[in-house]
């Protein structure tokens, strides 16, 4: 029992995930996106990436910063898809209007923490 203890925690310890990590599998192409998005200025709201799938493939969305800026939908090469929401009429480019009654599987890949 006392292994199994000792195991267990180091798994938590040693082998556990932060927040802060992002998963494995992301594309390149993402991952040097949040890169550079540690790298801007803090914005309120804070800077998140989120994984769906959405029309049979995974899709990567960045919501709005702020105000008028446009949410980004990304597939998986970083090709842009559209812009789900926000941007003067606060209904994104019109290119994917279903997207949040379509999307699927949910999956935070990263917020940006700093205060």
Do not use: H
Not at 102 to 108: D, P, S
């Amino acid at each position: 029992m006392k292994k199994v203890l000792v195991v267990l925690f180091l798994f938590l310890t040693v082998g556990a995930c932060t927040k802060d990590d992002i998963p494995a599998a992301t594309p390149a192409c993402i991952k040097a996106k949040i890169e550079q998005m540690q790298k801007d200025p803090v914005t309120n709201p804070p800077r998140e990436v989120w994984q769906y799938t959405f029309n049979n493939q995974t899709v990567y969305y960045i919501p709005p910063m702020c105000c008028d800026i446009p949410s980004i939908l990304y597939d998986a090469q970083c090709n842009v898809i559209c812009s789900p929401d926000g941007g003067l009429s606060g209904k994104g480019d019109g290119k994917c209007p279903d997207f949040f009654e379509k999307r699927k599987n949910e999956k935070l890949i990263w917020r940006d923490d700093r205060k």
